[in-house]
C-alpha cells in the first residue's frame, strides 16, 4: 500500500524537508507519496489574501474559508469519502498519541490543513466533517506559530509505523508508548567506548548476563518514569 500525504499551508516550503532521511527512502521505495500544495494558488485577489479580521473582534486574524474550500475541490474532491482522513493541527485538538500514529498508520489517504495566524474559519472545519474523516490534533500544550510543525511531527510518527518502512520492526514493538507495552520511559542508553572522559557504561551492561541486563534496565525504566512521568503509572 503507498499511502498519499498531502498538505495544505502558506508556507508549503515547511515540507521540502520530507525528501531526505527516513522519510525520503520511504518515498524512494514507494511507500509514501508526498504533496505540499500553497493554498494562496486558490486566491484570485492580487494580494492573494488568505486571511481577515474575526467576526465578533478579537485579536489577529481568520483564515478565510473559501481559499481551502476551492484547495479541497482541486485536492480531494467534491464527493464525500471516508476513507480521506482530513488533519487540522491546532491548539483545540485532541492530544496527538502513539495510538493515534498506529491508527494512522493504516490509512490510505491523509490531507493535513496547516493553518497560521489565529486560525482557520470554523466552516472549514465542520465542511470537511461533512466530506472526510477529520481529526483536530493537539502535539500538545505549548503554543506553535502554524500547523506545519505539527503536521511533520504527525507524519513522523505515522510514517514509521507503516509496515515495510523500519528495517527492524521488532523494534518498533519494544518502544515506549507501542501497543502492548508497559507504559516505561526508554533505559538510559550506552555504546563504546566503555570509558569516556572519566565516565564508565555501567558495569552489567558490560557483563554479557542478559537476565541482570534486562533486570537492571526495567528499574532504570521505572525509576525514570516514577520520576518523569507519574502520569503513566496510573
Ligand atoms: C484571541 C485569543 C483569545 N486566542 C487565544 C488562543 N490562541 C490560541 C492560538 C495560538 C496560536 C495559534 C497559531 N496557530 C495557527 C494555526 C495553528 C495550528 C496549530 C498550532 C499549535 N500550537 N500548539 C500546538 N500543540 C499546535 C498544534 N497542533 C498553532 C496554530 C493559533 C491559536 C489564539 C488567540
Given at each position: 500500500?503507498?499511502?498519499?500525504?498531502?498538505?495544505?499551508?502558506?508556507?508549503?516550503?515547511?515540507?521540502?524537508?520530507?525528501?531526505?532521511?527516513?522519510?525520503?527512502?520511504?518515498?524512494?521505495?514507494?511507500?509514501?507519496?508526498?504533496?505540499?500544495?500553497?493554498?494562496?494558488?486558490?486566491?484570485?485577489?492580487?494580494?492573494?489574501?488568505?486571511?481577515?479580521?474575526?467576526?465578533?473582534?478579537?485579536?489577529?486574524?481568520?483564515?478565510?474559508?473559501?481559499?481551502?474550500?476551492?484547495?479541497?475541490?482541486?485536492?480531494?474532491?467534491?464527493?464525500?469519502?471516508?476513507?480521506?482522513?482530513?488533519?487540522?493541527?491546532?491548539?483545540?485538538?485532541?492530544?496527538?498519541?502513539?495510538?493515534?500514529?498506529?491508527?494512522?498508520?493504516?490509512?490510505?489517504?491523509?490531507?493535513?490543513?496547516?493553518?497560521?495566524?489565529?486560525?482557520?474559519?470554523?466552516?472549514?472545519?465542520?465542511?470537511?466533517?461533512?466530506?472526510?474523516?477529520?481529526?483536530?490534533?493537539?502535539?500538545?500544550?505549548?503554543?506553535?506559530?502554524?500547523?506545519?510543525?505539527?503536521?511533520?511531527?504527525?507524519?513522523?510518527?505515522?510514517?514509521?509505523?507503516?509496515?515495510?518502512?523500519?528495517?527492524?520492526?521488532?523494534?518498533?514493538?519494544?518502544?515506549?508508548?507501542?501497543?502492548?507495552?508497559?507504559?516505561?520511559?526508554?533505559y538510559p542508553?550506552?555504546?563504546?567506548?566503555?570509558?569516556?572522559?572519566?565516565?564508565?557504561?555501567?558495569?552489567?551492561?558490560?557483563?554479557?548476563?542478559?537476565?541482570?541486563?534486562?533486570?537492571w534496565r526495567r528499574e532504570e525504566s521505572?525509576l525514570l518514569?516514577?520520576?518523569?512521568?507519574?502520569?503513566?503509572?496510573?
Amino acid at each position: 500500500m503507498t499511502m498519499r500525504l498531502d498538505y495544505l499551508s502558506i508556507f508549503p516550503g515547511y515540507f521540502d524537508v520530507l525528501d531526505i532521511s527516513l522519510l525520503g527512502k520511504a518515498v524512494d521505495n514507494g511507500l509514501v507519496e508526498v504533496h505540499a500544495h500553497d493554498l494562496r494558488d486558490w486566491t484570485h485577489d492580487r494580494h492573494r489574501t488568505v486571511d481577515d479580521t474575526p467576526c465578533g473582534g478579537g485579536a489577529g486574524m481568520v483564515m478565510k474559508p473559501d481559499p481551502w474550500g476551492e484547495a479541497f475541490d482541486g485536492i480531494i474532491g467534491i464527493e464525500p469519502d471516508p476513507s480521506v482522513h482530513v488533519i487540522f493541527p491546532t491548539p483545540s485538538g485532541i492530544p496527538f498519541t502513539q495510538s493515534a500514529a498506529q491508527e494512522l498508520s493504516t490509512v490510505e489517504r491523509v490531507v493535513f490543513c496547516c493553518g497560521r495566524y489565529e486560525g482557520i474559519d470554523h466552516r472549514v472545519i465542520d465542511y470537511a466533517r461533512t466530506m472526510w474523516t477529520v481529526h483536530e490534533l493537539s502535539l500538545g500544550d505549548y503554543v506553535l506559530n502554524g500547523g506545519e510543525v505539527a503536521a511533520l511531527a504527525i507524519t513522523e510518527a505515522v510514517v514509521r509505523l507503516i509496515p515495510g518502512f523500519m528495517g527492524n520492526p521488532e523494534s518498533l514493538a519494544e518502544e515506549s508508548f507501542s501497543p502492548g507495552q508497559e507504559r516505561l520511559l526508554e533505559y538510559p542508553l550506552f555504546t563504546r567506548p566503555v570509558s569516556w572522559r572519566g565516565m564508565d557504561v555501567p558495569e552489567v551492561l558490560m557483563s554479557g548476563h542478559h537476565g541482570r541486563i534486562a533486570e537492571w534496565r526495567r528499574e532504570e525504566s521505572l525509576l525514570l518514569t516514577r520520576d518523569r512521568r507519574p502520569d503513566l503509572t496510573d
